[in-house]
């Protein structure tokens, strides 16, 4: 259990043994927390809590998060990417997937940024004291007031289409106008584009295909650079693409990563100093035990290996490479805990 407050988290009175923690099975892999285990009380425990007991502490449903599986996830995916990239690399975690002060804290402590897609998100990420420049805010739909927001504090906002492009090119303006300020900084963007890349998953979580409601059409992508570097309000530092949810496959990261390297090279038509590349989430969970996805280690390594690769093709410098993973990373470290009302049994057929 960890407190909802930043400056209440703690380790719990666990040992984190970082060798063996490193060693560990791949939480994603996992059903329960890795701490889960069945006590000498024959009842469940996590993390060292009798489940059972913190039900009756603090009543049901009753959402429990083991932190040492969180930083486990957290440490695994960091330590990846620094294992099997050459150049430099940052992992967010999409804080959609549980946005609460003690995980922003959590996260941050090993190191790992935050993706928000609400003015909600992010000031939590902030007051949780996440760094700006380790902060970046997604939507389709950002409201006037989040994208203020997110220019006063200074993270770098992720722009999803053309109504959004022109509203920040704007924005400045009238920030210089309103403050009588001559040099406002410009805004640190990036572009999310719509890969056309098809995968394996449901098609509610499917986001990479090019009728996607997420991203620019790549097909506009000469129009979208050419805005952007005559806009000199605007500072766009990298392109991104999330192709969808729950993916066990690796190929379509694989391919994923020789697409953008692709609009990477596109980028130096137009003077563009790109050098941020964010292949966003998707590693799948195991739900299940039937579930079967690969480990965030050979996740990443895929990743990293697809964009070594096309930059050697495209004969680019390695770009800063980003990822954002949300549910492989904080997803078997949650458990809810419900106290059974009533029960009807159907002999031999289903309780
Ligand atoms: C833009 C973006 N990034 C990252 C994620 C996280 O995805 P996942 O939880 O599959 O890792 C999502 C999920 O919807 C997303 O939309």
Redesign the pocket.
């Given at each position: 259990m960890v407190s909802t407050h930043p400056a209440g988290v703690q380790n719990s009175g666990y040992q984190y043994l970082t060798d063996s923690i490193t060693a560990a099975n791949s939480p994603n892999q996992e059903l329960l927390p890795l701490t889960a285990r069945v006590n000498s009380h024959d009842c469940l425990e996590i993390g060292g809590c009798d489940v059972t007991s913190l039900v009756q502490q603090y009543g049901s449903p009753l959402y429990i998060l083991d932190e040492e599986t969180l930083r486990t996830a957290c440490r695994q995916y960091r330590d990846a990417f620094k294992r099997y990239y050459p150049g430099v690399s940052q992992v967010l975690y999409?804080s959609?997937?549980w946005s609460c002060l003690a995980v922003s804290a959590i996260v941050a402590s090993e190191g790992l940024g935050i993706?928000v897609v609400s003015g909600g998100e992010l000031y939590t990420a902030l007051q949780a004291g996440v760094s700006t420049e380790k902060l970046y805010l997604?939507g389709n739909n950002k409201s006037v007031a989040e994208l203020t927001l997110a220019i006063n504090s200074g993270c770098t906002i992720v722009v999803d289409n053309w109504q959004e492009l022109h509203t920040l090119a704007q924005a400045r303006g009238k920030r210089q106008e309103a403050r009588g300020e001559d040099s406002a900084a410009p805004i640190k963007i990036m572009l999310r584009l719509t890969p056309g890349i098809e995968c394996h998953t449901h098609e509610y979580?499917r986001?990479g295909h090019l009728d996607s409601k997420f991203g620019f059409d790549p097909n506009q992508l000469d129009e979208v650079f050419k805005f952007v570097s005559q806009e000199p309000s605007l500072n766009c530092v990298g392109l991104h693409a999330?192709i969808g949810?729950?993916i066990f496959e690796r190929q379509p990261h694989q391919d994923l990563a020789a697409v953008m390297v692709q609009w990477l090279s596109k980028a130096k038509n137009y003077g563009l100093a790109i050098a941020e590349l964010n292949v966003?989430?998707?590693?799948g969970m195991r739900y299940t035990e039937s579930d079967d996805p690969p480990s965030i280690a050979e996740w990443a390594k895929a990743i990293c290996e697809g964009i070594k690769n096309a930059c050697e093709v495209h004969a680019l410098p390695l770009p800063k490479l980003l990822c954002?993973?949300?549910?492989?990373l904080i997803g078997s470290a949650c458990v809810t805990a419900y106290t059974i009302g009533s029960s009807k049994i159907v002999p031999e057929i289903r309780t």
């Open positions: 999409a959609k997937a993706d997604h979580i986001t999330h949810s729950q966003g989430g998707g590693l954002e993973p949300g549910r492989s």
